[in-house]
């Protein structure tokens, strides 16, 4: 994936932040992600997601040839389920009961 992210110090962006959102970091938030990383500020890993120039479609087509040439057969399918994570408090915005494979099904969808 370095290729398509040019600089040095972009790799090494792009690095710690996908780090910190597959290691134990409780809040996935910048300020968390940088300090898991050992960063002094969220600065960064926000200057990366906002306004660095990369492609992430580009990313995404890298990732899917990888696990393909991996793991790929013919006549198989991968499925990946990531299954969401609970949320967390009241006043966030998004926080509001949803589903997640991990919590079960959600109050606005009745079984039938």
């Known amino acids: 994936m370095g290729h398509r992210l040019g600089r ?3 790799r090494m962006r792009m690095r710690d932040y996908v780090r910190g959102l597959l290691g134990p970091v409780g809040r ?3 300020w968390q992600l940088a300090e898991y990383a050992g960063h002094t500020t969220p600065d960064g890993i926000q200057r990366l997601l906002a306004s660095a120039s990369w492609d992430p479609d580009e990313l995404r087509d890298d990732r899917r040839e990888f696990v ?3 793991l790929g057969e013919p006549d198989r399918v991968l499925i990946v389920d990531d299954k969401g994570f609970i949320k967390k408090g009241v006043t966030s915005a998004g926080v509001g009961r949803q589903y997640t494979g991990t ?3 959600c ?3 009745s079984a039938r």
């Open 8 to 10: 040095r110090e972009l």
């Open 68 to 70: 393909d040439e991996q």
């Open 107 to 109: 109050p606005s969808i």
């Open 28 to 30: 996935k938030n910048g």
């Open 103 to 105: 919590s079960g099904a």
